[in-house]
């Protein structure tokens, strides 16, 4: 006997079906995963968490907060932003970044705390 299944087959089909229905597509989920495995890097989690303490923040200064290079950092922050959850705008020579609203609900949920975009 497995504790994790049941014993019997007794699927509410017309539930079970209209469940299914809801549910995202598989393209959909394959995208939440790759947001959702993004973060799973302690240093885009670390970024992330700077940018939600900070609101908006330059490379140099990510940089200098995760203790990494900044060719590392700036790589860390292009997957980042090819997810959707940082935005980058030029400001003459420095490149700065802040959190998505999508972005800033996911590091929420990983964290377990509310964070201000």
Do not use: F
């Not at 997810?83 to 030029?90: E, K, Q």
Request: include cysteine.
């Amino acid at each position: 006997m497995n504790d994790d299944r049941c014993e019997l087959l007794c699927v509410d089909a017309p539930r079970a079906e209209a469940i299914r229905e809801k549910l995202l597509t598989e393209k959909k989920a394959q995208e939440a995963a790759g947001r959702a495995r993004a973060l799973s890097d302690p240093t885009r989690l670390t970024l992330a968490a700077a940018l939600g303490e900070a609101g908006e923040l330059c490379v140099c200064d990510l940089s200098w907060i995760a203790g990494r290079g900044q060719g590392l950092v700036s790589h860390h922050l292009r997957v980042l932003r090819s997810l959707g959850l940082v935005r980058s705008r030029r400001e003459g020579k420095m490149v700065m970044y802040s959190l998505t609203e999508r972005g800033a609900s996911l590091l929420s949920a990983v964290l377990g705390e509310e964070i201000g975009v």
